[in-house]
């Protein structure tokens, strides 16, 4: 009356941990990416921060530059760079694209007045949301939320729609 497992039971039996642990690999991979997202547009408002805060504290004007790896001294040397260089990611590599209707220089006032806004939207290849973040004048007050309209399209403030507060 010992009676095994058969040849089916065993095969049914790895092909359904299989799905569970691809299940699994797949989700934590959107987490991944979700964190990613997340980390960088907290990056984007540090950055901001910084600048303007630079500017006042140094009395003096200066600017930043927003490229796809963060924010950067600007390449022209019209205005001194401000001390806040901030990268979008701890590491180097990311799949996170960035998009903005910023200037080249995003430019601070020596009492820490922004004198540049627009929005930043960034995506990832692994997500449908692209979160958004609207830098208002001249405080560099900033709001964020998901982007609601195709990148395509003329960026504008009115397509960062807040999210619903869970």
């Keep these: 009356m010992n009676r095994g497992f058969t040849l089916v039971e065993l095969l049914v039996t790895i092909a359904v941990l299989g799905l569970l642990a691809g299940t699994a690999v797949a989700g934590s991979g959107r987490d991944q990416a979700h964190l990613e997202l997340e980390v960088a547009l907290r990056r984007l408002r540090i950055g901001l921060d910084r600048g303007r805060l630079a500017a006042e504290r140094q009395q003096q004007p200066c600017g930043l530059q927003l490229s796809a790896r963060g924010w950067q001294a600007p390449a022209d040397a019209a205005l001194p760079a401000c001390p806040a260089v901030t990268p979008l990611a701890e590491t180097g590599a990311s799949a996170i694209s960035l998009h903005?209707?910023?200037?080249?220089?995003?430019?601070?006032t020596a009492n820490g007045l922004l004198l540049d806004g627009g929005v930043v939207v960034l995506a990832h290849p692994r997500l449908p949301q692209r979160p958004c973040l609207v830098i208002g004048l001249p405080l560099g007050i900033t709001r964020s939320g998901t982007y609601q309209?195709?990148?395509?399209?003329?960026?504008?403030a009115t397509h960062c729609r807040p999210d619903d507060a869970a």
């Design 100 to 108: 903005s209707n910023l200037p080249p220089l995003v430019r601070f």
């Design 149 to 156: 309209a195709p990148l395509e399209e003329r960026l504008s």
